[in-house]
Nanobody
Framework: QVQLVESGGGLVQAGGSLRLSCAAS????????MGWFRQAPGKEREFVGG????????YYADSVKGRFTIARDNAKNTVYLQMNSLKPEDTAVYYC???????????????????WGQGTQVTVSS
């Protein structure tokens, strides 16, 4: 069983930055494809970005490409989401997720993930 715990959310002004962390236990992050999703009030949960099992490939939603970066620290068994140039429309609860096996297509689909964190709130003020 894999447990995921997000942290690092908070309130930030537009144009600012935050770094979210997703600490894993039960398996090493180097053995799992990982994803970040977000859900704004009244909206469906949406894909933000993903990291391949090898750590060599990252994938991003068009809305965050060039602003958000996913990285991994194997020693800390943690995956990060660095968010720069934040906009009010980035306000949401952010979730990390993992699954033992995901194709590139599956990585963007919420339903293909087996493990989820509890989420962390990010609020961007204008």
């Amino acid at each position: 069983q894999v447990q995921l715990v997000e942290s690092g959310g908070g309130l930030v002004q537009a144009g600012g930055s935050l770094r979210l962390s997703c600490a894993a236990s039960g398996r090493t992050v180097s053995s799992l494809p990982m994803g970040w999703f977000r859900q704004a009030p009244g909206k469906e949960r949406e894909f933000v970005g993903g990291l391949s099992r090898s750590g060599g490939s990252t994938y991003y939603a068009d809305s965050v490409k060039g602003r958000f970066t996913i990285a991994r620290d194997n020693a800390k068994n943690t995956v990060y989401l660095q968010m720069n140039s934040l906009k009010p429309e980035d306000t949401a609860v952010y979730y990390c997720a993992a699954s033992p096996r995901l194709t590139v297509v599956q990585m963007r689909r919420m339903g293909d993930y087996d493990y989820w964190g509890q989420g962390t709130q990010v609020t961007v003020s204008s």
